[in-house]
C-alpha cells in the first residue's frame, strides 16, 4: 500500500514569495492534517482538512492556508514568505482523523527562505 | 492550553541497557497520547496510542504506560537500531487537537 507523498522535498524561496506545498494522503483517507517542525518550537499543528473540510486550525497566522480536494490530496501555501517559515513541513493522514486513531506521516517538505 | 513535555531532552545508552523515557502532559479532558519515532530525515512513525490511565501496550522492546499525568516509554535491550527521536503527543478537548512534546533523542551506542 502506498504511503503519504509529500511534494516537493525541497524548495527554497525567497523572503516575500509564496508557496504550495502538496500531499497526497494514503488511499481511502479522508483526512488530511499539516505540521510545521521547527528545532526551537518542535512539530506544530497547522491545519486539519477532513473530506475537503477544515475541520480544525492551530494557531499561525493567515498567511498559512490550505486546502483539500475531492481525491482528499491536500495543499498548503504560505504567502509573503518569511525567514522564520524555514521548517521541515509534514503532513499526516488517517481514516478517522487527527487524535483518533493512527496517522501516518509523509517525509515532509523541507522550506528554506532565504 | 494543552502543553506536553518530553525529558530527557537526549539520551545516550549502550546496547542492552535499559531505561525509560518520560512524557508529563497536562491537557483538558484526554482522548489519547500517542508515541511517535522520527528518524533522521523522515516523517513521525507511529508506535502506540494510549486512551486511559493505567493501559500499557508493547511492541518488540518498547512498552508505553499511561498515568493521570505522565506516560513512560520503556526501552528493554536497546539495540543501535532503537536510535531515533521519540515524540509523544496528546489529544484534549472536543477539538481533537494534537500537542506534541519537543522529544527525546535517543541514541544506543553498540
Known amino acids: 500500500k502506498a504511503g503519504v507523498t509529500q511534494t516537493p522535498r525541497y524548495l527554497i524561496k525567497t523572503r516575500g514569495q509564496q508557496v504550495t506545498l502538496s500531499c497526497s494522503p494514503i488511499s481511502g483517507h479522508r483526512s488530511v492534517s499539516w505540521y510545521q517542525q521547527t528545532p526551537g518550537q518542535g512539530l506544530q499543528f497547522l491545519f486539519e482538512y477532513f473530506s475537503e473540510t477544515q475541520r480544525n486550525k492551530g494557531n499561525f497566522p493567515g498567511r498559512f492556508s490550505g486546502r483539500q480536494f475531492s481525491n482528499s490530496r491536500s495543499e498548503m501555501n504560505v504567502s509573503t514568505l518569511e525567514l522564520g517559515d524555514s521548517a521541515l513541513y509534514l503532513c499526516a493522514s488517517s481514516l478517522v482523523g487527527q487524535g483518533k486513531g493512527e496517522a501516518f506521516f509523509g517525509q515532509g517538505t523541507r522550506l528554506t527562505v532565504v | 492550553e494543552d502543553q506536553v513535555t518530553q525529558s530527557p531532552e537526549a539520551l545516550r545508552l549502550q546496547e542492552g541497557e535499559s531505561s525509560s523515557l518520560n512524557c508529563s502532559y497536562t491537557v483538558s479532558g484526554l482522548r489519547g497520547l500517542f508515541w511517535y519515532r522520527q528518524d533522521p530525515g523522515k516523517g513521525p512513525e507511529f508506535l502506540f496510542t494510549?486512551?486511559?490511565a493505567g493501559e500499557e501496550k508493547e511492541k518488540e522492546r518498547l512498552k508505553a504506560t499511561l498515568t493521570k499525568k505522565e506516560s513512560f516509554l520503556h526501552i528493554t535491550a536497546p539495540k543501535p537500531e532503537d536510535s531515533a527521536t521519540y515524540l509523544c503527543a496528546v489529544c484534549g478537548g472536543s477539538n481533537y487537537k494534537l500537542t506534541f512534546g519537543k522529544g527525546t533523542l535517543l541514541t544506543v551506542n553498540p
Open positions: 494510549l486512551y486511559s
